[in-house]
Nanobody, 130 residues
Framework: QVQLVESGGGSVQAGGSLRLSCAASGNTGSSYWMAWFRQAPGKEREGVAGLSPSASGDSTYYADSVKGRFTISRDNAKNALYLQMDSLKPEDTGMYYC?????????????????????WGQGTQVTVST
């Protein structure tokens, strides 16, 4: 059973940076999709960045709202996923979740669709103030 644990959230002023980490434990490997989602109060959970399996070249995908400011990356040796967030804005505030696709539903719903992923972390809070 794979488990994901996020860390690195916190409070920062607009324009600042944070680096989120997601530690994967259990029967892990590098051949799976991973992503970061976020959820602001009263809003739906939205995908912000995705990473293809290493066997597919670790291709990265970003939502328009974060493109050019966020960077997703993976360290296979450490079984870790990261999200470097720069030039943060107040609208980036929310709970950030790490997600992974380990088998599960064979239907592909898209990189930014939460139904694509079947393993989730507990979340880490990011607050950006003006």
């Amino acid at each position: 059973q794979v488990q994901l644990v996020e860390s690195g959230g916190g409070s920062v002023q607009a324009g600042g940076s944070l680096r989120l980490s997601c530690a994967a434990s259990g029967n892990t490997g590098s051949s799976y999709w991973m992503a970061w989602f976020r959820q602001a109060p009263g809003k739906e959970r939205e995908g912000v960045a995705g990473l293809s399996p290493s066997a597919s070249g670790d291709s990265t995908y970003y939502a328009d709202s974060v493109k050019g400011r966020f960077t997703i990356s993976r360290d296979n040796a450490k079984n870790a996923l990261y999200l470097q967030m720069d030039s943060l804005k107040p609208e980036d505030t929310g709970m950030y979740y790490c997600a992974a696709r380990f088998g599960g539903d064979p239907v592909w719903y898209g990189v930014y669709n939460r139904r694509t992923y079947n393993v989730w972390g507990q979340g880490t809070q990011v607050t950006v103030s003006t």
